[in-house]
């Protein structure tokens, strides 16, 4: 075991939904979709996340085939959009189940581990104050 009294992992977990034809949603496009919230355009949301137009389109229109609903409405204007009632709806949805697991396996790990073990937003707080 570690002497370093400063030891203490972290839990990190990736979570997404998927289909037989592939990725249905997960953090890229909950983060996307966050993204699209805060800035008010796909275009913006895409660069602030550095990756092209055409592939966070391509991702969110995947998404939307599966699920036969739209996620993001086009508002009047230049390239603004929003999200629809669904878009809130499972970006909220992803965030509190991703959270409920997240605890549920900072809990589990430690009772089985004998560190002190952290959930990912416990370890960001302490980084802050660091």
Known sequence: MSGNDNFCPR???????????????????????????ELGSLNKAAKE?????????????????????????????????????LGERVLEEYRQWTKEVENFAVMTARKSFPWRIASFEEDEERRMKE
């Open 11 to 37: 839990v990190r977990l990736n979570l997404w939904l998927e289909t037989d034809e592939g990725m249905l949603f997960g953090l890229g496009r909950a983060q996307l979709l966050e993204k699209i919230e």
């Open 49 to 85: 996340l550095g990756m092209s137009y055409r592939a966070a389109w391509g991702r969110l229109k995947n998404t939307e085939e599966v699920l036969g609903d739209s996620l993001v409405l086009k508002t009047r204007g230049r390239g603004g959009c929003s999200l629809t009632p």
